[in-house]
């Protein structure tokens, strides 16, 4: 009985990542067609490693993840830890400090872009910053949030019992034990920057593009293998950071 009911479920997978197979492999494709093997080779990586386009792009987008991930982990962090602490019967306060993962991305980014034309910002890589520590600061708030669930608030009274002030308390006991959920979120937040578009091609100035808007202009005249090696190149990357992400994310739960 069991295996009938399965079976809908591989055909899903099939569905969804057979397109993602078929992009790895094409990427070591030797035929300058994306679409004809013509037999195994790893040249199109050599190529992609030589384009000053795609080298700068992806300089922008590390500067950007790893910026909006320091600053997203900081503020989602004291964020969550003030609503779980100070703002528990206010679930307004608790619908806002998600709101940024739940509107659509489109929306966001308008939303965003409206901002900077009000104040006159001029857009280029801080203005995209800003924008994906709104985005990720969303995501690190409800993991770290998850995190403080489990936590026993006696510690930290234990902790104020014994003479520690509010900021040792927290240095010492509140931030080693949030610390699993801390990273988690910050992985997360790193790895949705990193692949992140249309916030990105809204908030972006013309001369900093991060990576994925690069890969957007390689494409709009066919895909090519450089760009299903560079698909490959990231696809590596994400998954790799979000298995860490959920391995923490496990083990949070199991402390």
């Given at each position: 009985m069991r295996r009938p009911v399965l079976v809908p479920l591989w055909l899903t997978y099939l569905f969804l990542y057979t397109p993602v197979a078929v992009l790895v492999v094409?990427?070591?494709n030797r035929s300058d067609s994306p679409y004809a093997w013509?037999?195994?080779?790893?040249d199109w990586y050599g190529t992609l490693a030589r384009d000053d386009e795609v080298l700068r792009g992806l300089a922008n987008t590390l500067i950007v993840a790893a910026g909006a991930t320091g600053l997203s982990t900081v503020l989602g962090t004291l964020l969550a830890v003030g609503l779980a602490r100070h703002g528990s019967r206010s679930r307004l306060l608790h619908a806002v400090s998600v709101m940024p993962a739940l509107l659509p991305d489109i929306v966001l980014a308008i939303g965003l872009l409206a901002f900077y034309s009000l104040v006159s910002a001029t857009?280029?890589?801080?203005?995209?910053l800003l924008a994906h520590t709104v985005f990720g600061l969303a995501f690190?708030?409800?993991?770290?949030?998850?995190?403080?669930?489990?936590?026993?608030?006696s510690l930290e009274e234990a902790s104020r019992?014994?003479?520690?002030?509010?900021?040792?308390?927290?240095v010492r006991v509140t931030?080693?034990?949030?610390?699993?959920?801390?990273?988690?979120?910050?992985?997360?937040?790193?790895?949705?920057?990193?692949?992140e578009f249309v916030i990105?091609?809204?908030t972006a100035g013309p001369k900093d593009p991060t990576?994925?808007?690069?890969?957007?202009?390689?494409?709009?005249?066919?895909?090519?293998?450089?760009?299903?090696?560079?698909?490959?190149?990231?696809?590596?990357?994400?998954?790799?950071v979000v298995i860490a992400a959920q391995r923490l994310s496990r083990l949070t739960e199991a402390l």
């Open positions: 094409m990427s070591f013509a037999g195994f080779s790893t857009l280029g890589l801080y203005s995209v690190v708030t409800a993991v770290v949030r998850a995190r403080i669930a489990h936590v026993d608030p019992d014994l003479g520690a002030g509010p900021v040792g308390t927290f931030l080693p034990t949030l610390a699993p959920g801390i990273v988690a979120g910050a992985l997360l937040t790193f790895t949705l920057s990193l692949d990105a091609f809204f990576l994925p808007i690069v890969i957007y202009s390689m494409i709009r005249f066919g895909v090519t293998p450089e760009v299903n090696a560079l698909a490959t190149v990231l696809l590596t990357v994400s998954f790799t």
